[in-house]
């Protein structure tokens, strides 16, 4: 079946832009989480959904990062007034009962 | 917060040898997880240790967790090329988000 899938595979912006994130979790699961990954490091956990509801959002860095998800499927992470520092992976996972979370290839944002 | 700490954070041996990579807390956890992570791809789980002192094996790969659950090791036996690629270990903080290590960059040359 088809996995977790993540729009755009690579986004470059300029600082001080608006950018979206897109992820299409694999069909079924109810949780659904964000990490960012920088350069050399391991993904680091940004928020947790549970159906609609963001469950665990402590890892959000700042008020300029926002993620949603109205239906309970797809979601979206929301970044405004991009700055450089904020250029990493942005991996997406979900899984069935949180004991096995499945990635997607992630996207890659750069902010020149 | 819990922390993760893997070493060496790069290696690179010859088609053939052994080696073992670590994951070291101060914390306890209640399980940990292995991922191998490719350029371009997200982490894909190897394997998860939940006792103390278990040892699971996948293939040439060898994992076990430490007897207190602070700590976890991954040895592979006869490392191929195939091998190389960015080994994560992660452990569970709450319920539900995963803390991950820096990660080992492994190379195996031919």
């Known amino acids: 079946g088809a996995g977790v899938s993540q729009t755009p595979s690579n986004k470059v912006t300029e600082k001080g832009k608006y950018v979206e994130l897109r992820c299409d979790p694999i069909?079924?699961?109810?949780?659904l989480y964000w990490y960012r990954q920088s350069l050399g490091q391991g993904p680091e956990f940004l928020i947790y959904?549970?159906?609609?509801?963001?469950?665990?959002d402590s890892g959000l860095p700042n008020d300029r990062f926002f993620a949603v998800r109205p239906e309970g499927s797809v979601s979206t992470l929301k970044i405004q007034r991009t700055e450089r520092g904020d250029s990493a992976v942005y991996l997406c996972?979900?899984?069935?009962?949180?004991?096995?979370?499945?990635f997607g290839p992630g996207t890659r944002l750069t902010v020149l | 917060t819990q922390l993760l700490e893997q070493s060496p954070q790069f290696l690179s041996i010859q088609e053939g040898e052994n080696l073992t990579v670590y994951c070291n807390s101060s914390?306890?956890?209640?399980?940990l997880q292995w991922y191998r992570q490719e350029p371009g791809e997200g982490p894909v789980l190897l394997v998860t240790?939940?006792?103390?002192?278990e040892v699971k094996k996948l293939k040439r790969l060898t994992f076990q967790f430490g007897d207190a659950r602070k700590d976890s090791s991954l040895h592979i036996t006869a490392a191929q090329p195939g091998d190389t690629g960015l080994y994560l270990c992660?452990?569970?903080?709450?319920?539900?988000?995963?803390?991950f290590g820096q990660g080992t960059r492994l190379t195996i040359n031919p």
């Open positions: 996972a979900s899984s069935s009962s949180g004991y096995e979370q499945f």
């Open positions: 069909s079924g699961h109810t949780a």
């Open positions: 959904f549970q159906g609609t509801g963001a469950a665990d």
């Open positions: 914390s306890v956890f209640s399980s």
């Open positions: 240790v939940v006792t103390g002192g």
């Open positions: 992660a452990g569970p903080q709450g319920a539900q988000k995963l803390v």
